[in-house]
T-cell receptor, first 115, second 116 residues
Framework: GENVEQHPSTLSVQEGDSAVIKCTYS??????FPWYKQELGKRPQLIID?????GEKKDQRIAVTLNKTAKHFSLHITETQPEDSAVYFC??????????????FGGGTRVLVKP | EAGVAQSPRYKIIEKRQSVAFWCNPI?????LYWYQQILGQGPKLLIQ????????DSQLPKDRFSAERLKGVDSTLKIQPAKLEDSAVYLC??????????????FGPGTRLTVL
């Protein structure tokens, strides 16, 4: 089955700096890669996702890049703010039309933005 | 729109006892997922339903875990008997499977289970 590795496990940055989280996956058939943000004691929430036919996607201060050949994808957060502090999870799946996504999650990255 | 509802929010039991969790997905969402999230780890899929049929239960420990989604709406997840290693947050998620759509999974608040 799919295996997703995520690094680093913790990341501390100064407010205003950039944060980068990297993930690798094992199943070359995976074609859908979402990123979730989970604040302490709360539910995971989707912040951005990318499909395998796209190399990069951006939404305001967050961006995701995908390298299918190397089987890795990354999350980039620019101009970090204290409210970006949370645990971020990457995931990979084979997206099946009208049949859902079986997501395999990485182990998570705890991001701390210091004011 | 209302989100995914789960109950109870917290449950403490002793090992070998039984426990059940309930999930009500977002109205109209055909696909329902149960995940187990152990402290400090990412969620792990236990079972996926499409309407009232099971799509994937390959990671469900079937000797002690069971789940059903009668009528294709609400779902219950049961553990019988519980073990210490079952202590985790159990997350329910649902998605609207629309052709060409984003098919985002929306998560509920979770049930935090502690097995003593």
């Amino acid at each position: 089955g799919e295996n997703v590795e995520q690094h680093p496990s913790t990341l501390s940055v100064q407010e205003g700096d950039s944060a980068v989280i990297k993930c690798t996956y094992s199943d070359s058939a995976s074609n859908y890669f979402p990123w979730y943000k989970q604040e302490l004691g709360k539910r995971p929430q989707l912040i951005i996702d990318i499909r395998s036919n796209v190399g990069e996607k951006k939404d305001q201060r967050i961006a995701v890049t995908l390298n299918k050949t190397a089987k890795h994808f990354s999350l980039h957060i620019t101009e970090t703010q204290p409210e970006d502090s949370a645990v971020y999870f990457c995931a990979a799946s084979i997206r099946r039309e009208a049949a859902g996504n079986k997501l395999t999650f990485g182990g998570g990255t705890r991001v701390l933005v210091k004011p | 729109e209302a989100g995914v509802a789960q109950s109870p929010r917290y449950k403490i039991i002793e090992k070998r006892q039984s426990v059940a969790f309930w999930c009500n997905p977002i109205s109209g969402h055909a696909t329902l997922y149960w995940y187990q999230q152990i402290l400090g780890q990412g969620p792990k899929l236990l079972i996926q339903f499409q309407n009232n049929g099971v799509v994937d239960d390959s990671q469900l420990p079937k000797d002690r875990f069971s789940a059903e989604r009668l009528k294709g709406v609400d779902s219950t997840l049961k553990i019988q008997p519980a073990k210490l290693e079952d202590s985790a947050v159990y997350l329910c998620a649902s998605s609207l499977e629309r052709s060409g759509g984003a098919n985002e999974q929306f998560f509920g608040p979770g049930t935090r289970l502690t097995v003593l």
